[in-house]
């Protein structure tokens, strides 16, 4: 697999059109990154790349448990092996990206012109093929512990780890791709439930409950059916995602006809599913809890309250993504869900979760009493009031910005609180100073432990930053000529001109628009319309000034250099830094909690035969 990319980017380099996907998606024109870029751009290379990455995932899952696991490792890999299987089928039928063509071609028509105006194209599929692939090592580790019918403590934290690699590539992913989306598409936001949008969620909602209840399962010894369950819709919402944007399918249903490649990945995603369904049909009763988990208020119970509601997530939005699909299959009639479906229908389940976060951690293990639980939620309640107090003196006033800014604040507190507990308790039995303390508690004995907490406290960044700049922004449309001014709230907008820029791929209309505030020059933004040769409309560019605290967002409705004339649409959106900014905190906790758990030192932990023969080898 890995020579076969390499050859592809190499055909692709030196623009070799007799190769048939090269003739397809390659251009004299283009820059090398965007030729490079064209690997990943269309269907065929972006199966060759999915060849390659699952083909590196399974390498390096069998070379890291090739000592370990021996009850478990030839199922696991078998399936594995299943999976990587079908994809080379996909390359050596349906799919061929080596087709030859004749005759040669002298040029070829490039890649979409979305993916050439900027460079996030060239990590964010990258990213996002790590999560969605990754999560075929998950489910092969689910269906050998089914196969088994045990899922031993040894045996967990490998499915946990390898769960949390491409958990943490595809919560990257989908906040680069809502960023690329921001920065190229020019309708100033940043996810508006697309069902390509939807098709990456959906995976990153169930992997997220399943780390929950893996954590739940390690703990307590009970929910092993339900968390192999949840890893299992995981995988198979990865491949309902590389069915729905790779197919054409949401274009129309009859495009099936189009390429066999549509067709074969349903076919593999059917034969998924039945495998996944009898397995658990046949083997889940096996899998006997070790433990009970306490009926009443307590960090348990909210675990299956968290769980609940992020299974009610998933299946609002795949009702609202597929059901088009099923009428127009079914009555052959086009309709769409919009926005408005999703909002009213997720953002109640989003605000609970993040609360979720907060009260969950807050509460003990086991059955709490009512003192315990007061005692446990009114400071950080206080702090939530204070929260939604402060916006609404600084003239937040959406009821949902409100909530949601009140539960931020209560599951800052507690998020906040639960870093510092071991901190502190470790200065005072130990007398530490600061330093060593927190290397001891945070890092040494605690990494899983604070890498959790820190995944929280950037989701709740997150949703601060999504609900202000959802509600809070400004916005307006106007026509300039060259010299005049407009205003938008504190910014002074003045068109200086406007120009024609030529480019080897592209003809771009630039407007040179300058920025001041309170007098003070801010500098030029650039928005403009860029026209590709194979694109019959133009392809608008916006420009971003962005800062911690709101970004200035500039898009060209039209260029005319001829008559100096630019209709503009400016907006001022606060705090969508931060949502960048949340998820690479998010990565961060991820990482701190994975990283660490692979020490050699924590393998004390194995079966004790496997233990022995680690030990003998050296």
């Keep these: 697999m890995a020579a076969a990319n390499v050859l592809m980017m190499a055909a692709l380099l030196l623009r070799d059109f007799s190769v048939s996907y090269v003739a397809h998606v390659g251009s004299r024109s283009v820059p090398d990154w965007v030729a490079l870029v064209s690997l990943w751009s269309s269907l065929e290379g972006s199966i060759l790349f999915w060849g390659l990455i699952i083909g590196g995932y399974v390498a390096i899952a069998t070379w890291r448990n090739r000592a370990l696991h021996p009850e478990y490792m030839p199922y696991a890999t078998a399936v594995w092996l299943a999976c990587g299987a079908f994809f080379a089928f ?26 050439q105006n900027h460079v996030l194209m060239i990590v964010h599929p990258p990213f996002l093929y790590l999560g969605y692939v990754g999560m075929t090592i998950p489910f092969g580790l689910a269906s050998a512990a089914l196969l088994t019918g045990r899922l031993g403590h040894d045996f967990l934290r490998p499915l946990r780890n390898w769960l949390l690699l491409p958990w943490i590539f595809l919560t990257v992913a989908i906040v680069l791709g809502g960023w690329w989306a921001y920065e190229v598409l020019g309708w100033g936001g940043y996810w508006a439930w697309d069902p390509v ?45 590389t069915f729905m944007t790779r197919s054409g399918v949401f274009n129309s249903v009859h495009s099936f006809t189009q390429s066999a490649i549509g067709p074969t990945i349903l076919v593999f995603l059917a034969l998924a599913l039945f495998w996944s369904i009898g397995l658990l049909a046949l083997r889940i009763d096996r899998l006997a ?130 870093l510092t507990l071991p901190l502190v308790r470790r200065m005072r039995a130990h007398g530490e100073g600061f330093g060593q303390a927190l290397l001891e508690s945070q890092v040494r004995r605690g990494h899983r432990r604070t890498g959790a907490y820190v995944v929280h406290a950037g989701a709740v960044i997150a949703f601060a930053a999504i609900a202000v700049s959802s509600t809070m922004g400004t916005s307006i449309e106007v026509q300039l000529r060259e010299g005049e001014t407009a205003k938008l709230g504190a910014y002074e907008l003045k068109f200086v001109k406007a120009e024609r820029v030529s480019e080897p791929h592209r003809e771009a209309l630039v407007a ?53 004339s630019l209709g503009l649409h400016a907006m001022i959106n606060p705090m969508v830094a931060w949502i960048w900014i949340a998820a690479g905190i998010m990565a961060l906790g991820g990482v701190v909690a994975l990283v660490p758990a692979r020490r050699l030192a924590e393998r004390p932990q194995l079966e004790p035969a496997v233990a022995a023969r680690v030990a003998a080898q050296g």
């Design 90 to 115: 996909l390359l050596a039928g349906p799919a061929q990206p080596f087709g030859s063509v004749f005759p040669v071609p002298a040029d070829g028509p490039g890649p979409n012109p979305l993916l």
């Design 197 to 241: 949008e939807n098709a990456s969620f959906l995976p990153w909602l169930t992997a997220t409950a399943a780390l929950h209840s893996a954590l739940l399962t390690e703990r307590k010894g009970a929910l092993k059916g339900w968390t192999v369950t949840l890893v299992m819709a995981t995988f198979l919402l990865t491949i309902l995602g």
């Design 289 to 418: 809890a070790e433990g009970s988990l306490v009926v009443g208020a307590g960090r348990e119970a909210m675990f299956l309250v968290n769980n609940l509601l992020f299974v009610l997530f998933t299946f609002t939005v795949l009702i609202g993504t597929t059901f088009p699909l099923i009428v127009e299959a079914v009555r052959d009639v086009q309709m769409s869900v919009g926005r408005p479906y999703f909002d009213r229908m997720a953002v109640p389940v989003g605000v609970s979760l993040l609360l979720l976060m907060g009260v969950g951690p807050a509460l003990p293990w086991g059955r709490a009493t009512s003192d315990q639980v007061q005692r446990a939620l009114l400071a950080p309640a206080g702090a939530g009031v204070f929260a939604a107090a402060i916006a609404f003196a600084l003239g937040v006033r959406s009821p949902w910005t409100l909530v949601t800014l009140g539960f931020a604040g209560f599951t800052t507190f507690v998020t906040l609180r639960e």
């Design 512 to 564: 040179r628009v300058a920025v001041s505030r309170g007098g003070r020059d801010l500098g030029t933004l650039s928005p403009g319309m860029n026209q590709y040769e194979n694109q019959r409309e133009p392809v608008g560019t916006p420009d971003v000034r962005t800062s911690l605290f709101e970004d200035l967002y500039l898009s060209a409705l039209n260029v005319d250099p001829d008559s100096g």
